[in-house]
């Protein structure tokens, strides 16, 4: 196949641009790829290019090609037809599934999630099993392994976490409840791969109060969203809260607890995130407000690769962070890991896994690296280009026996564009520790209510529509538009 920098995509009806080049780069990850209507000229310095032609007709049979460029490199031609009337649904599968097969062949090798490129495959699983009257697991994996052409591994993952969030949703009554999300979109230091609208807290640290003084405006205006549902659960995430002071922390805690009944909640999450951001003195906050449930998420327990990431703690900090919560009382904590951090194999995973064990945490998040073109990590890749980026097979099953010895299973799972190895994001957790926001937010089952920077408000009606309000990511942009923000927000009051 030869070594590919730039890919170009020529594509005869623009309208399946999104379905097209998000398979591609899923088999070209990394790979700079561009899309080009037909009569376009194509640059010469591109190395693959690949023609997708698309016609309603019933007399043209689907034909695939490999071709030579007069340059000597290659291109891949595909020629797709459906017949008239047939849904748009349906057209979208039939020309996925086309490509993958051309792609597959010339690549040699096959994709874990097979054509599947949105970030929810659990639900695809759970319609298979509400679509019988009495679930049948095993229909269900061989639907999605037909249709989708996903690996007999994968489809079996996806089932059982949709059978057990159906399990955990069934007693959750989600329709008639809503949940309260808080953005707190400041770090200590901002991680190498990160593409989330954070902020170091040292360009930020004089202003924090007025952003907290926006926010609890936007709170307190807020009460009366979703009249008719009771709250159910309530979530601060970030960034990174804990950068927050302890005396801060416990100010934004009483405002939510002003200004909603929480006597309902089933579970309340802070992010305390980062094990250099957190203090006897702020777990002792979180404690005294019923926090129920706090991440402490060193992402590795290699120190090489936390320096090289920009993390600036020490593994040691994490582990004196999770003994310190423990002591405090906390039962109900998660941890998130990254696999296919630069420069880590099978090897560092162990050394991670192996401590993570040896703490025994209620929950485990395992990430596989997604790089996002806003990260430092993506837009400075010619940087990084001798240290390895690597997600297996055997590294991702590596975190699952680990997570199994600690007596989790898996609960909830999504996907994002670009991740290493093609993989997933996976929550194990032990019995009763299945964090309920995670699940609710990935199979969109009820409302969310999300105040501060860059937050989205989510509204889900009985018949399955969903509508989003979104709150500018920008924080200059939030604290001079809140009341802009706090607008946007009437049609649900």
């Not at 229909?139 to 052409?149: C, E, F, G």
């Not at 799972?413 to 957790?429: I, P």
Request: charged share 30%; with cysteine; net charge negative.
């Amino acid at each position: 196949m030869g070594q590919i920098h730039k890919i170009s995509i020529q594509i005869s009806d623009r309208s399946y641009e999104y379905d097209i080049y998000t398979l591609v780069i899923a088999f070209f990850q990394g790979i700079e790829t561009h899309v080009f209507d037909p009569d376009e000229e194509i640059p010469e310095d591109s190395d693959l290019l690949i023609r997708v032609l698309l016609q309603e007709s019933s007399m043209c049979g689907a034909k695939a090609a490999v071709k030579e460029t007069a340059q000597g490199g290659r291109f891949l031609e595909r020629e797709i037809c459906w017949d008239a009337g047939e849904e748009r649904r349906s057209v979208k599968s039939r020309i996925k599934s086309a490509l993958y097969e051309m792609l597959k062949e010339y690549c040699g090798r096959d994709l874990p999630w097979g054509t599947l490129t949105g970030i929810r495959p659990v639900k695809l699983a759970m319609g298979f099993l509400q679509e019988e009257s009495a679930p049948d697991p095993q229909n269900a994996k061989m639907r999605m392994q037909q249709l989708y052409q996903v690996s007999e591994k994968k489809a079996d993952l996806a089932v059982r976490i949709a059978q057990r969030e159906s399990e955990i949703l069934s007693g959750l009554d989600a329709q008639d409840h809503y949940s309260l999300y808080v953005g707190i979109p400041f770090c200590p230091s901002i991680c190498l791969y990160c593409s989330f609208s954070s902020s170091p807290l040292h360009l930020w640290e004089e202003k924090v109060d007025l952003y907290l003084d926006a926010l609890e405006k936007e709170i307190r205006s807020c009460a009366d969203c979703f009249p008719g549902k009771k709250l159910q659960t309530v979530y601060i995430g970030g960034g990174t809260p804990t950068t927050l002071s302890a005396s801060q922390m416990d100010r934004l805690l009483r405002v939510i607890s002003d200004t909603f009944d929480l006597s309902g909640v089933l579970e309340y999450t802070v992010e305390a995130g980062r094990p250099d951001s957190i203090t006897k003195e702020k777990l002792g906050v979180l404690r005294d407000h019923a926090v129920s449930r706090i991440s402490i998420n060193p992402q590795t327990m290699n120190q090489k690769t936390l320096d090289l990431i920009g993390r600036a703690h020490t593994v040691e900090q994490t582990e004196e962070a999770f003994d310190l919560a423990r002591q405090m009382g906390f039962d109900n904590i998660n941890m998130d890991l990254i696999v296919g951090l630069p420069g880590e194999g099978l090897a560092e995973v162990e050394q991670t896994m192996e401590r993570i064990e040896a703490l025994d945490p209620d929950d485990v998040t395992v990430h596989a690296l997604a790089l996002k073109r806003a990260a430092r990590l993506a837009l400075h890749m010619d940087e990084y280009e001798k240290i390895s980026f690597q997600a297996s097979d055997a590294i991702m099953q590596r975190c699952e026996d680990g997570c199994a010895r600690l007596s989790m299973t898996p609960y909830y799972l999504y996907r994002q564009k670009n991740m290493a190895g093609n993989f997933e994001n996976v929550g194990y957790a032990k019995e009763g520790r299945a964090g309920l926001y995670n699940i609710l937010i990935m199979e969109e089952a009820q409302c969310i209510l999300a105040c501060g920077a860059s937050g989205s408000t989510k509204i889900v009606y009985e018949d399955g529509r969903i509508e989003r309000i979104e709150n500018v990511k920008d924080i200059r942009s939030y604290l001079d538009r809140i009341d802009e923000m706090i607008r946007r927000k009437d049609p649900i009051r």
